[in-house]
């Protein structure tokens, strides 16, 4: 008996796989609930007053160049742009 080839075993992988179904909890959640579920059960959480929240700084004006010379929106300079964003992110 001869071995099968490559591409039938593989077809036959992927036949198998179609009509299999695998029992997973994931297939068990609920759609719709019966009600809305809006943690009113649960004890409201502790959060800090305003002037205890942390400074979040803003992000960098992505179109800005890094040594402070502008900025540009034209896309012939995206790939300049690019390579300065990434170099940025591999330093950071």
Do not use: H
Not at 19 to 25: D, E, G, Q, W
Not at 61 to 87: I, L, M, V, Y
Request: glycine content about 4%; some cysteine.
């Amino acid at each position: 008996m001869s071995k099968p080839s490559p591409p039938a075993v593989i077809l036959s992988m992927i036949t198998l796989s179609i009509f299999a179904r695998v029992n997973c909890p994931a297939q068990d959640i609920p759609l719709v609930y019966e009600f809305e579920q809006t943690g009113s059960d649960l004890p409201k959480p502790v959060l800090p007053d305003f002037d205890q929240l942390p400074t979040v700084r803003p992000l960098p004006d992505p179109f800005a160049w890094s040594n402070g010379s502008g900025r540009s929106t034209q896309f012939e300079d995206w790939a300049r742009r690019r390579a300065e964003t990434f170099t940025m992110a591999i330093a950071g």
